[in-house]
């Protein structure tokens, strides 16, 4: 079977730049099969189909797996599998009520963005202020360099996230 | 009732309004979604996603309580609190739908 892989980085909060790009890729005849490492998308040559693509970041279904699947799966949502914590679904859109979303409503998507922001952002935010404290308490001693280095080389990681997490946040807000 | 599911849910969502409305019978998610579809005439039509953190967050709120499983569906119904913070929502509406009403 004809197989292919792509490499594609998106932050925390481009989940739904990500189901766009899934959602093209099976329009133009690639199914996406699954996701691994960094980053690394699986295709499979398929009929060119108008697929709808959904990323939930949900540790609470992660853990009931077996009831979270099944709501979706009674909904119609065909899960795919977890990822870092993110579970893909799909639904062609033949099959959807115009443009369906597993989301109906601004606030459960504001939950979902929060629930990044606690399992994915703020584990990286602590980790940044921690070499905050250290590089300001061996400033005192000198030679820090190093850990200036990691402290600018962090700084310059975080920066599209957090501006990637403002963006998703005034998109939402917009929606409302 | 503390301070937060007054701030939470009075006002709440729709989605939280017919979850508590329809477990005043035992019910499960999936079934919650169908009936308000029947109920709406197919034009509210609630989302995994929304149905299943609704259901989590309100039972960790206390609101509605988990019965028993079948079929990997979990059953749910209203407690005592939840009952109270729906007629709480009910006068509420009760009150903009006869303002609404009123000459001004």
Request: glycine share 6%; charged share 30%.
């Given at each position: 079977?004809?197989?292919?892989?792509a490499?594609?980085?998106?932050?925390?909060?481009?989940?739904?730049?990500?189901?766009?790009?899934?959602r093209e890729?099976?329009?133009?005849?690639?199914?996406?099969?699954?996701?691994?490492?960094?980053?690394?998308?699986?295709?499979?040559?398929?009929?060119?189909?108008?697929?709808?693509?959904?990323?939930?970041?949900?540790?609470?279904?992660?853990?009931?797996?077996?009831?979270?699947?099944?709501?979706?799966?009674?909904?119609g949502?065909?899960?795919l599998q977890?990822?870092?914590?993110?579970?893909?679904?799909?639904?062609?859109?033949?099959?959807?009520?115009?443009t369906?979303?597993?989301?109906?409503?601004?606030?459960s998507?504001?939950?979902?963005?929060?629930?990044?922001?606690?399992?994915?952002?703020?584990?990286?935010?602590?980790?940044?202020?921690?070499?905050?404290?250290?590089?300001?308490m061996?400033?005192?001693?000198?030679?820090?360099?190093?850990?200036a280095?990691?402290?600018?080389?962090?700084?310059?990681?975080y920066?599209?996230?957090?501006?990637?997490?403002?963006?998703?946040y005034?998109k939402?807000?917009?929606?409302? | 009732?503390?301070?937060?599911?007054?701030?939470?849910?009075?006002?709440?969502?729709e989605?939280?309004?017919?979850?508590?409305?329809?477990?005043?019978?035992?019910?499960?998610?999936?079934?919650i979604?169908?009936?308000?579809?029947?109920?709406?005439?197919?034009?509210?039509?609630?989302?995994?996603?929304?149905?299943?953190?609704?259901l989590?967050?309100?039972?960790?709120?206390?609101?509605?309580?988990?019965?028993?499983?079948e079929d990997?569906?979990?059953?749910?119904?209203?407690?005592?609190?939840g009952?109270?913070?729906?007629?709480?929502?009910?006068?509420?509406?009760?009150?903009?739908?006869?303002?609404?009403?009123?000459?001004?």
């Open positions: 079977m004809d197989t292919k892989k490499f594609r980085f998106f932050t925390l909060f481009e989940y739904e730049k990500e189901q766009e790009y899934l890729m099976h329009r133009s005849g690639w199914k996406f099969v699954r996701v691994s490492g960094f980053g690394i998308y699986h295709f499979e040559k398929c009929t060119p189909e108008d697929m709808i693509y959904q990323i939930d970041y949900n540790q609470d279904g992660i853990a009931h797996k077996d009831e979270y699947v099944k709501m979706f799966g009674d909904c949502w065909e899960y977890d990822y870092v914590g993110y579970s893909y679904f799909r639904k062609p859109a033949s099959e959807a009520a115009g369906e979303e597993i989301f109906c409503d601004s606030d998507r504001f939950q979902m963005l929060e629930r990044v922001c606690k399992g994915r952002m703020l584990p990286m935010l602590l980790l940044f202020f921690c070499v905050f404290c250290m590089l300001l061996t400033r005192k001693f000198r030679g820090s360099n190093i850990l280095l990691v402290f600018v080389v962090l700084f310059c990681l920066s599209p996230i957090l501006a990637m997490f403002a963006l998703q005034w939402l807000k917009r929606r409302k | 009732m503390n301070q937060h599911i007054k701030k939470v849910y009075v006002p709440m969502t989605t939280a309004f017919y979850i508590l409305r329809c477990l005043k019978q035992p019910n499960h998610g999936y079934g979604i169908r009936t308000v579809e029947k109920l709406t005439d197919g034009e509210i039509r609630l989302a995994p996603g929304t149905m299943y953190g609704s989590s967050k309100m039972e960790k709120d206390g609101l509605i309580q988990f019965i028993r499983e990997k569906r979990k059953i749910y119904q209203i407690t005592d609190l009952s109270e913070v729906l007629q709480i929502e009910l006068r509420r509406i009760e009150r903009l739908y006869r303002i609404a009403q009123e000459e001004m």
